[in-house]
Nanobody
Framework: QVQLVESGGGSVQPGGSLSLSCIAS?????MGWHRQAPGKQRELVAT???????NYAEAVKGRFTISRDNAKNTVYLQMNNLKPEDTAVYSC??????????WGQGIQVTVSS
């Protein structure tokens, strides 16, 4: 079964850190994270190629780090210095060998004092 399973979300105070993981059941190529806050459109957070080239949204540059383990078909998102505006449902996505983009179900991240 083709699927992505995310883990690591939760609640944290402003300035805190969280780490997200996403494991794929298939060989992955491009991988990434998007997020959607209540009442807003889904937006790109970060992407990473199989060769580890990365791209970040301006809003998270310098605070978030995306990485991956190709042997484990896993992508990670380390989030530091979190802000209330980072509160959203974070979804992992990955491209399979057919060029099809697969999405995870999403995981809640809440930043609040």
């Amino acid at each position: 079964q083709v699927q992505l399973v995310e883990s690591g979300g939760g609640s944290v105070q402003p300035g805190g850190s969280l780490s997200l993981s996403c494991i794929a059941s298939f060989t992955t190529y491009g991988m990434g994270w998007h997020r959607q806050a209540p009442g807003k459109q889904r937006e790109l957070v970060a992407t990473i190629t199989r060769g580890a080239n990365t791209n970040y949204a301006e809003a998270v540059k310098g605070r978030f780090t995306i990485s991956r383990d190709n042997a484990k078909n896993t992508v990670y998102l380390q989030m530091n210095n979190l802000k209330p505006e980072d509160t959203a449902v974070y979804s992992c996505n990955a491209v399979n060998s057919l060029g099809i983009q697969v999405w995870g179900q999403g995981i809640q991240v809440t930043v609040s004092s």
